[in-house]
Protein backbone atom coordinates (compact mmCIF):
# COMPACT_ATOMS: atom_id res chain seq x y z
CA UNK A 1 0.00 0.00 0.00
CA UNK A 2 2.78 2.65 0.94
CA UNK A 3 4.65 1.74 -2.01
CA UNK A 4 1.43 2.26 -3.99
CA UNK A 5 1.15 5.49 -2.30
CA UNK A 6 4.95 6.69 -3.26
CA UNK A 7 4.74 5.85 -6.82
CA UNK A 8 1.24 7.92 -7.05
CA UNK A 9 3.42 10.88 -5.31
CA UNK A 10 6.07 10.23 -7.78
CA UNK A 11 4.05 10.18 -10.73
CA UNK A 12 1.82 13.25 -9.83
CA UNK A 13 5.52 15.10 -8.96
CA UNK A 14 6.72 14.11 -13.01
CA UNK A 15 3.82 16.11 -13.95
CA UNK A 16 3.66 19.49 -14.97
CA UNK A 17 1.60 21.18 -12.47
CA UNK A 18 -1.26 24.26 -13.76
CA UNK A 19 -1.49 26.41 -11.57
CA UNK A 20 -3.95 29.54 -11.84
CA UNK A 21 -2.91 32.62 -12.81
CA UNK A 22 -2.17 35.53 -9.97
CA UNK A 23 -4.07 38.44 -8.86
CA UNK A 24 -0.14 40.17 -9.70
CA UNK A 25 -0.28 38.99 -13.34
CA UNK A 26 -1.78 41.35 -16.22
CA UNK A 27 -2.91 40.39 -19.48
CA UNK A 28 -2.29 43.34 -22.01
CA UNK A 29 -4.08 44.04 -25.52
CA UNK A 30 -3.04 46.77 -27.90
CA UNK A 31 -6.72 48.43 -29.37
CA UNK A 32 -6.53 49.47 -32.42
CA UNK A 33 -9.48 51.17 -33.13
CA UNK A 34 -9.72 52.60 -29.64
CA UNK A 35 -6.24 54.10 -29.56
CA UNK A 36 -6.11 51.90 -25.91
CA UNK A 37 -4.55 49.56 -24.09
CA UNK A 38 -6.93 46.84 -22.28
CA UNK A 39 -5.85 45.33 -19.30
CA UNK A 40 -7.37 42.12 -17.92
CA UNK A 41 -6.66 40.82 -14.50
CA UNK A 42 -6.54 37.48 -15.30
CA UNK A 43 -7.04 35.64 -11.63
CA UNK A 44 -10.86 36.89 -12.44
CA UNK A 45 -10.90 37.10 -15.68
CA UNK A 46 -12.01 41.04 -15.75
CA UNK A 47 -11.43 44.04 -17.64
CA UNK A 48 -10.02 46.24 -15.16
CA UNK A 49 -10.01 49.29 -17.38
CA UNK A 50 -8.07 51.04 -20.48
CA UNK A 51 -5.00 52.96 -20.68
CA UNK A 52 -5.98 55.46 -23.37
CA UNK A 53 -2.82 56.70 -25.67
CA UNK A 54 -5.12 58.07 -28.40
CA UNK A 55 -9.06 58.89 -29.24
CA UNK A 56 -11.42 56.40 -31.14
CA UNK A 57 -11.79 56.50 -34.82
CA UNK A 58 -13.12 58.81 -36.61
CA UNK A 59 -11.64 61.60 -33.55
CA UNK A 60 -8.02 61.05 -35.18
CA UNK A 61 -8.67 62.59 -38.41
CA UNK A 62 -7.96 66.38 -36.98
CA UNK A 63 -5.18 68.19 -38.21
CA UNK A 64 -4.37 69.02 -34.49
CA UNK A 65 -4.73 65.70 -32.74
CA UNK A 66 -1.80 64.80 -30.68
CA UNK A 67 -2.47 61.04 -29.86
CA UNK A 68 -1.51 58.09 -31.03
CA UNK A 69 -3.06 56.64 -33.51
CA UNK A 70 -3.17 52.70 -34.25
CA UNK A 71 -2.12 51.19 -31.15
CA UNK A 72 -1.09 47.88 -32.30
CA UNK A 73 2.01 46.27 -31.29
CA UNK A 74 3.16 45.08 -27.10
CA UNK A 75 6.02 44.30 -25.28
CA UNK A 76 7.32 44.03 -22.06
CA UNK A 77 11.04 43.91 -20.21
CA UNK A 78 12.29 40.88 -18.33
CA UNK A 79 11.61 42.76 -14.66
CA UNK A 80 8.17 42.89 -15.77
CA UNK A 81 7.73 46.53 -14.40
CA UNK A 82 7.73 48.02 -18.47
CA UNK A 83 5.51 47.65 -21.23
CA UNK A 84 5.20 49.15 -24.76
CA UNK A 85 3.18 49.70 -27.12
CA UNK A 86 3.30 50.46 -30.83
CA UNK A 87 1.36 52.73 -32.56
CA UNK A 88 1.73 52.25 -36.63
CA UNK A 89 0.44 55.36 -38.06
CA UNK A 90 2.18 58.13 -35.25
CA UNK A 91 4.99 56.15 -35.63
CA UNK A 92 5.48 56.33 -31.95
CA UNK A 93 6.69 53.77 -29.20
CA UNK A 94 5.38 54.31 -25.57
CA UNK A 95 6.64 52.97 -22.32
CA UNK A 96 3.86 52.27 -19.64
CA UNK A 97 4.62 51.26 -15.78
CA UNK A 98 3.12 48.18 -15.31
CA UNK A 99 2.26 49.17 -11.64
CA UNK A 100 0.62 52.27 -12.21
CA UNK A 101 -0.68 51.99 -15.66
CA UNK A 102 1.40 55.73 -16.18
CA UNK A 103 2.70 56.87 -19.70
CA UNK A 104 6.71 57.04 -18.62
CA UNK A 105 7.67 58.29 -21.69
CA UNK A 106 7.43 58.22 -26.05
CA UNK A 107 9.60 57.94 -28.96
CA UNK A 108 8.56 58.90 -32.51
CA UNK A 109 11.00 56.95 -34.49
CA UNK A 110 10.50 55.85 -38.63
CA UNK A 111 7.35 55.24 -40.94
CA UNK A 112 5.09 52.65 -39.57
CA UNK A 113 6.74 50.68 -36.66
CA UNK A 114 5.20 47.42 -36.22
CA UNK A 115 6.04 45.20 -32.65
CA UNK A 116 8.75 46.23 -30.49
CA UNK A 117 10.59 43.73 -27.71
CA UNK A 118 12.96 44.47 -24.63
CA UNK A 119 16.92 42.68 -25.54
CA UNK A 120 17.10 39.91 -22.50
CA UNK A 121 19.32 42.11 -20.69
CA UNK A 122 16.13 44.90 -20.55
CA UNK A 123 18.65 47.24 -21.56
CA UNK A 124 17.19 48.43 -25.11
CA UNK A 125 13.93 48.52 -27.08
CA UNK A 126 14.11 46.97 -30.94
CA UNK A 127 11.48 48.17 -32.95
CA UNK A 128 10.58 46.44 -36.16
CA UNK A 129 10.33 50.09 -38.64
CA UNK A 130 7.68 48.11 -41.43
CA UNK A 131 7.98 51.01 -43.60
CA UNK A 132 11.85 51.57 -43.86
CA UNK A 133 14.59 49.11 -43.86
CA UNK A 134 15.89 48.94 -40.32
CA UNK A 135 15.13 48.03 -36.59
CA UNK A 136 15.23 51.06 -34.44
CA UNK A 137 17.11 50.69 -31.17
CA UNK A 138 15.96 52.38 -28.31
CA UNK A 139 17.49 53.18 -25.30
CA UNK A 140 15.04 51.59 -22.22
CA UNK A 141 15.66 54.24 -19.58
CA UNK A 142 16.40 57.39 -21.97
CA UNK A 143 13.33 56.71 -24.19
CA UNK A 144 15.77 58.09 -26.83
CA UNK A 145 16.57 56.05 -30.39
CA UNK A 146 20.46 55.12 -29.92
CA UNK A 147 21.14 52.95 -33.08
CA UNK A 148 19.56 51.60 -36.09
CA UNK A 149 20.20 48.32 -37.19
CA UNK A 150 19.89 47.60 -41.17
CA UNK A 151 17.44 44.55 -42.44
CA UNK A 152 15.50 44.00 -45.54
CA UNK A 153 13.09 46.14 -46.47
CA UNK A 154 9.60 45.76 -44.21
CA UNK A 155 10.86 44.14 -40.78
CA UNK A 156 8.07 42.92 -39.37
CA UNK A 157 8.68 41.46 -35.80
CA UNK A 158 12.14 40.51 -33.84
CA UNK A 159 12.10 37.71 -31.62
CA UNK A 160 15.28 36.99 -28.95
CA UNK A 161 16.39 33.63 -28.58
CA UNK A 162 16.22 32.32 -24.79
CA UNK A 163 20.38 33.01 -23.82
CA UNK A 164 20.04 36.51 -25.35
CA UNK A 165 22.82 35.69 -28.44
CA UNK A 166 20.68 35.86 -31.80
CA UNK A 167 17.41 38.18 -32.45
CA UNK A 168 15.58 36.31 -35.38
CA UNK A 169 13.72 39.03 -37.42
CA UNK A 170 10.31 38.54 -39.40
CA UNK A 171 9.74 40.38 -42.92
CA UNK A 172 6.78 41.64 -44.06
CA UNK A 173 7.62 42.27 -47.48
CA UNK A 174 10.03 39.74 -48.63
CA UNK A 175 10.38 35.99 -47.98
CA UNK A 176 13.36 35.89 -45.48
CA UNK A 177 13.95 35.59 -41.77
CA UNK A 178 17.04 37.81 -40.87
CA UNK A 179 19.25 36.44 -37.99
CA UNK A 180 21.44 39.29 -36.14
CA UNK A 181 24.04 38.73 -33.38
CA UNK A 182 22.56 40.93 -30.34
CA UNK A 183 26.12 41.74 -28.94
CA UNK A 184 27.61 42.93 -32.63
CA UNK A 185 24.31 43.86 -34.20
CA UNK A 186 25.65 41.94 -37.35
CA UNK A 187 23.69 39.81 -39.68
CA UNK A 188 24.63 36.38 -39.15
CA UNK A 189 21.87 34.73 -41.99
CA UNK A 190 19.11 35.63 -43.84
CA UNK A 191 16.83 32.22 -44.13
CA UNK A 192 14.35 32.09 -47.10
CA UNK A 193 11.01 30.89 -46.39
CA UNK A 194 7.11 30.29 -47.94
CA UNK A 195 5.80 33.85 -48.46
CA UNK A 196 6.45 37.29 -47.79
CA UNK A 197 4.20 38.48 -45.49
CA UNK A 198 5.09 36.92 -41.63
CA UNK A 199 3.89 39.53 -39.19
CA UNK A 200 4.50 37.47 -35.94
CA UNK A 201 7.57 35.06 -35.37
CA UNK A 202 8.31 33.18 -31.29
CA UNK A 203 10.63 31.27 -30.27
CA UNK A 204 9.84 27.31 -28.18
CA UNK A 205 10.42 27.53 -24.69
CA UNK A 206 13.22 25.15 -25.08
CA UNK A 207 14.54 27.99 -27.56
CA UNK A 208 15.22 25.35 -30.34
CA UNK A 209 13.09 26.76 -33.16
CA UNK A 210 11.48 30.06 -34.57
CA UNK A 211 8.34 29.65 -35.62
CA UNK A 212 6.53 32.37 -38.03
CA UNK A 213 2.94 32.94 -39.04
CA UNK A 214 2.30 33.57 -43.00
CA UNK A 215 -1.10 35.69 -42.75
CA UNK A 216 -1.30 35.65 -47.44
CA UNK A 217 -1.18 32.00 -47.30
CA UNK A 218 -2.07 30.45 -44.32
CA UNK A 219 1.11 28.59 -42.92
CA UNK A 220 3.34 28.29 -40.62
CA UNK A 221 7.28 27.88 -40.98
CA UNK A 222 9.82 26.03 -38.06
CA UNK A 223 12.98 27.03 -38.23
CA UNK A 224 15.50 25.21 -36.46
CA UNK A 225 17.98 27.97 -34.20
CA UNK A 226 20.99 25.95 -34.32
CA UNK A 227 21.45 24.94 -37.79
CA UNK A 228 19.31 28.43 -38.84
CA UNK A 229 17.63 26.16 -41.87
CA UNK A 230 13.61 25.08 -42.38
CA UNK A 231 12.77 22.72 -40.78
CA UNK A 232 8.88 22.50 -41.58
CA UNK A 233 5.94 24.37 -42.76
CA UNK A 234 2.26 23.38 -41.70
CA UNK A 235 -0.87 24.64 -43.93
CA UNK A 236 -2.76 26.07 -41.16
CA UNK A 237 -5.49 28.11 -42.39
CA UNK A 238 -6.43 31.56 -44.53
CA UNK A 239 -5.66 34.67 -41.92
CA UNK A 240 -2.64 32.86 -39.72
CA UNK A 241 -2.42 35.68 -37.31
CA UNK A 242 -0.38 35.02 -34.35
CA UNK A 243 1.28 31.82 -32.42
CA UNK A 244 1.92 31.17 -28.99
CA UNK A 245 3.52 28.45 -26.96
CA UNK A 246 2.34 25.99 -23.81
CA UNK A 247 3.91 23.53 -21.08
CA UNK A 248 0.71 21.56 -20.81
CA UNK A 249 -0.15 17.89 -19.31
CA UNK A 250 0.05 16.66 -22.69
CA UNK A 251 3.40 18.60 -23.40
CA UNK A 252 4.78 21.76 -24.86
CA UNK A 253 2.05 22.78 -27.92
CA UNK A 254 1.30 25.67 -30.66
CA UNK A 255 -1.30 27.22 -30.40
CA UNK A 256 -2.23 29.16 -33.71
CA UNK A 257 -4.95 31.97 -34.36
CA UNK A 258 -7.24 31.35 -37.95
CA UNK A 259 -8.64 34.68 -37.99
CA UNK A 260 -10.39 33.20 -41.62
CA UNK A 261 -11.92 30.60 -39.57
CA UNK A 262 -12.96 31.88 -36.40
CA UNK A 263 -10.47 28.96 -34.59
CA UNK A 264 -7.22 28.82 -32.95
CA UNK A 265 -5.61 25.72 -34.17
CA UNK A 266 -3.15 23.41 -31.67
CA UNK A 267 -0.14 21.72 -32.73
CA UNK A 268 2.62 19.51 -31.16
CA UNK A 269 6.19 20.08 -31.86
CA UNK A 270 6.66 16.98 -32.97
CA UNK A 271 8.94 16.72 -35.90
CA UNK A 272 5.45 16.53 -38.37
CA UNK A 273 3.74 18.73 -36.55
CA UNK A 274 0.37 17.14 -36.14
CA UNK A 275 -2.96 19.11 -35.12
CA UNK A 276 -4.22 17.56 -31.84
CA UNK A 277 -7.24 20.31 -31.66
CA UNK A 278 -9.59 22.90 -33.03
CA UNK A 279 -11.08 25.26 -30.41
CA UNK A 280 -13.92 27.25 -31.55
CA UNK A 281 -13.30 31.60 -30.87
CA UNK A 282 -14.81 34.97 -31.29
CA UNK A 283 -15.07 36.91 -34.58
CA UNK A 284 -11.13 36.88 -36.25
CA UNK A 285 -8.43 36.03 -33.69
CA UNK A 286 -5.65 38.08 -33.49
CA UNK A 287 -2.96 38.17 -30.52
CA UNK A 288 -2.49 35.50 -28.51
CA UNK A 289 -0.36 34.11 -25.53
CA UNK A 290 -0.16 31.92 -22.58
CA UNK A 291 0.01 32.46 -19.33
CA UNK A 292 3.36 31.86 -16.91
CA UNK A 293 2.29 28.62 -16.20
CA UNK A 294 0.84 27.20 -19.20
CA UNK A 295 -2.74 26.45 -17.91
CA UNK A 296 -4.05 29.72 -20.06
CA UNK A 297 -4.34 30.96 -23.43
CA UNK A 298 -5.49 34.24 -24.02
CA UNK A 299 -6.71 35.55 -27.41
CA UNK A 300 -7.16 39.02 -28.83
CA UNK A 301 -11.04 39.24 -31.19
CA UNK A 302 -10.11 41.98 -33.56
CA UNK A 303 -13.64 42.03 -35.24
CA UNK A 304 -15.18 40.85 -31.66
CA UNK A 305 -13.19 43.82 -29.08
CA UNK A 306 -13.19 40.92 -26.54
CA UNK A 307 -10.23 38.43 -25.44
CA UNK A 308 -11.12 34.70 -25.27
CA UNK A 309 -9.76 32.71 -22.83
CA UNK A 310 -8.61 28.73 -23.35
CA UNK A 311 -8.29 26.15 -20.83
CA UNK A 312 -5.17 24.08 -21.49
CA UNK A 313 -5.50 21.03 -20.20
CA UNK A 314 -9.37 20.73 -21.65
CA UNK A 315 -8.54 23.00 -24.96
CA UNK A 316 -11.99 24.47 -24.84
CA UNK A 317 -12.97 28.21 -24.02
CA UNK A 318 -13.78 28.98 -20.92
CA UNK A 319 -14.53 32.49 -20.62
CA UNK A 320 -15.07 36.00 -22.87
CA UNK A 321 -13.94 39.29 -21.81
CA UNK A 322 -14.96 42.61 -22.82
CA UNK A 323 -11.96 45.12 -24.25
CA UNK A 324 -10.85 47.93 -26.39
CA UNK A 325 -12.16 48.04 -29.88
CA UNK A 326 -10.32 45.90 -32.32
CA UNK A 327 -7.47 44.31 -29.88
CA UNK A 328 -4.34 43.07 -32.27
CA UNK A 329 -1.06 42.12 -30.25
CA UNK A 330 -1.72 40.79 -26.86
CA UNK A 331 0.66 39.67 -23.93
CA UNK A 332 0.80 38.09 -20.71
CA UNK A 333 2.75 39.33 -17.86
CA UNK A 334 3.43 37.58 -14.73
CA UNK A 335 3.99 39.57 -11.32
CA UNK A 336 3.36 42.81 -13.33
CA UNK A 337 1.66 44.02 -10.12
CA UNK A 338 3.25 43.29 -7.15
CA UNK A 339 1.54 46.17 -4.68
CA UNK A 340 -2.39 47.32 -4.44
CA UNK A 341 -5.04 46.95 -7.22
CA UNK A 342 -3.48 48.14 -10.46
CA UNK A 343 -5.98 50.12 -11.10
CA UNK A 344 -4.33 53.49 -10.90
CA UNK A 345 -4.42 55.41 -14.31
CA UNK A 346 -7.45 53.57 -15.95
CA UNK A 347 -10.03 54.32 -17.70
CA UNK A 348 -13.50 52.14 -18.08
CA UNK A 349 -14.72 51.46 -20.95
CA UNK A 350 -17.51 52.95 -22.47
CA UNK A 351 -20.81 51.80 -23.37
CA UNK A 352 -20.55 50.75 -27.44
CA UNK A 353 -23.14 49.50 -29.80
CA UNK A 354 -22.84 45.81 -30.43
CA UNK A 355 -20.20 44.89 -33.67
CA UNK A 356 -22.49 42.97 -36.61
CA UNK A 357 -20.23 40.93 -37.87
CA UNK A 358 -21.02 38.53 -40.96
CA UNK A 359 -19.70 35.65 -42.37
CA UNK A 360 -19.39 35.52 -46.25
CA UNK A 361 -19.60 32.23 -47.79
CA UNK A 362 -19.81 31.57 -51.30
CA UNK A 363 -22.57 31.78 -54.03
CA UNK A 364 -23.61 28.63 -56.39
CA UNK A 365 -20.67 27.31 -58.37
CA UNK A 366 -18.21 29.91 -56.63
CA UNK A 367 -15.06 29.92 -54.19
CA UNK A 368 -13.65 32.06 -51.37
CA UNK A 369 -14.36 32.94 -48.16
CA UNK A 370 -14.69 36.26 -46.15
CA UNK A 371 -15.81 38.26 -43.07
CA UNK A 372 -17.62 41.47 -42.74
CA UNK A 373 -17.72 43.58 -39.04
CA UNK A 374 -19.42 47.13 -38.84
CA UNK A 375 -18.94 49.37 -36.27
CA UNK A 376 -21.27 51.93 -35.48
CA UNK A 377 -20.35 54.94 -34.66
CA UNK A 378 -23.44 57.27 -35.05
CA UNK A 379 -24.76 58.27 -38.00
CA UNK A 380 -21.87 56.09 -39.74
CA UNK A 381 -20.44 52.72 -39.25
CA UNK A 382 -16.31 51.73 -39.65
CA UNK A 383 -16.59 48.58 -41.55
CA UNK A 384 -13.59 46.34 -42.36
CA UNK A 385 -13.92 43.18 -44.82
CA UNK A 386 -11.77 40.90 -45.16
CA UNK A 387 -11.45 38.27 -47.56
CA UNK A 388 -9.26 35.01 -49.33
CA UNK A 389 -9.13 32.32 -51.76
CA UNK A 390 -10.30 34.77 -54.40
CA UNK A 391 -9.18 35.63 -58.24
CA UNK A 392 -5.47 36.87 -57.32
CA UNK A 393 -4.79 40.67 -58.75
CA UNK A 394 -8.55 41.35 -59.45
CA UNK A 395 -11.09 44.00 -58.32
CA UNK A 396 -14.20 43.52 -56.24
CA UNK A 397 -17.18 45.12 -55.22
CA UNK A 398 -18.91 44.69 -51.63
CA UNK A 399 -23.13 46.57 -51.22
CA UNK A 400 -26.18 45.22 -49.75
CA UNK A 401 -27.89 43.34 -52.76
CA UNK A 402 -30.52 45.35 -54.40
CA UNK A 403 -28.36 48.75 -53.92
CA UNK A 404 -27.06 50.85 -56.41
CA UNK A 405 -24.23 52.42 -54.63
CA UNK A 406 -21.29 50.01 -53.15
CA UNK A 407 -20.06 50.09 -49.43
CA UNK A 408 -16.61 49.42 -50.65
CA UNK A 409 -14.31 48.32 -53.39
CA UNK A 410 -11.15 46.56 -53.36
CA UNK A 411 -8.13 44.77 -55.03
CA UNK A 412 -7.14 41.25 -54.27
CA UNK A 413 -3.19 40.42 -54.34
CA UNK A 414 -1.31 37.62 -55.48
CA UNK A 415 -2.46 34.79 -53.06
CA UNK A 416 -6.78 36.01 -53.95
CA UNK A 417 -7.03 37.65 -50.39
CA UNK A 418 -7.81 41.37 -49.22
CA UNK A 419 -8.55 43.47 -46.39
CA UNK A 420 -10.32 46.39 -46.64
CA UNK A 421 -11.61 49.64 -44.60
CA UNK A 422 -14.62 52.31 -45.15
CA UNK A 423 -16.34 54.69 -43.38
CA UNK A 424 -19.79 54.09 -44.45
CA UNK A 425 -23.71 54.20 -43.09
CA UNK A 426 -24.54 50.48 -43.02
CA UNK A 427 -27.63 50.29 -40.76
CA UNK A 428 -31.21 52.07 -41.02
CA UNK A 429 -33.07 53.64 -38.70
CA UNK A 430 -36.82 51.46 -37.88
CA UNK A 431 -39.74 52.69 -35.63
CA UNK A 432 -40.19 51.49 -32.25
CA UNK A 433 -41.54 48.09 -32.35
CA UNK A 434 -40.53 47.23 -36.10
CA UNK A 435 -38.35 44.27 -36.85
CA UNK A 436 -35.22 45.39 -38.21
CA UNK A 437 -34.76 43.31 -41.51
CA UNK A 438 -31.27 42.38 -42.25
CA UNK A 439 -30.08 42.40 -46.18
CA UNK A 440 -27.98 40.49 -47.68
CA UNK A 441 -24.50 41.77 -48.12
CA UNK A 442 -22.67 40.15 -51.66
CA UNK A 443 -19.06 40.50 -52.83
CA UNK A 444 -19.21 40.67 -56.62
CA UNK A 445 -16.61 40.83 -59.40
CA UNK A 446 -15.61 44.21 -61.06
CA UNK A 447 -15.89 47.62 -59.78
CA UNK A 448 -19.21 48.02 -60.42
CA UNK A 449 -22.23 46.81 -58.26
CA UNK A 450 -23.91 44.11 -60.04
CA UNK A 451 -26.09 40.84 -59.59
CA UNK A 452 -23.71 38.15 -60.08
CA UNK A 453 -22.77 37.46 -55.84
CA UNK A 454 -19.31 35.78 -55.94
CA UNK A 455 -19.85 35.65 -51.64
CA UNK A 456 -22.88 36.09 -49.44
CA UNK A 457 -23.85 36.98 -45.79
CA UNK A 458 -26.95 34.35 -46.56
Known amino acids: MKRSILVLMSALAASPALALPDAKDRVYAADQNSNTVSVIDPSTNTLLGLIKLGDPRPNVLSPLYKGEVNVHGLGFSPDHKTIVAVSTVTNSVTFI ?36 DYLSVIDAKTFKETDRIKTESGPGMTIFAPDGKRAFVANSFNPVVQVFDVASKKLIAAIPVVSPFSP ?21 TRIDTKTLEVKGVIDTGPITNHLAFAKTPAGTLAYVTIGGENVVKVYTLDDEAKLVSTIPVG ?166 PSKDAVLKSR
Open 97 to 132: DTATNKVKGVTYIGRNPHEAFFTPDGKHVWVTVRGE
Open 200 to 220: FIQVTPDGKEAWLTHKDVGKV
Open 283 to 448: ALPHGIWGSGDGSRIYVGLENGDAIDVIDTEKQTKIAHIPSGQAPQALIYVPDAVVGGDGRQNLEPQKDMPENITLMLKPAENMEGSGMIVSRNLGLIDIVDVSVSKLKPDTTYTLLFEGQPEPIVAFKTDAKGAAMASATSPTRAIVNAGEASASPNVILVEGAK
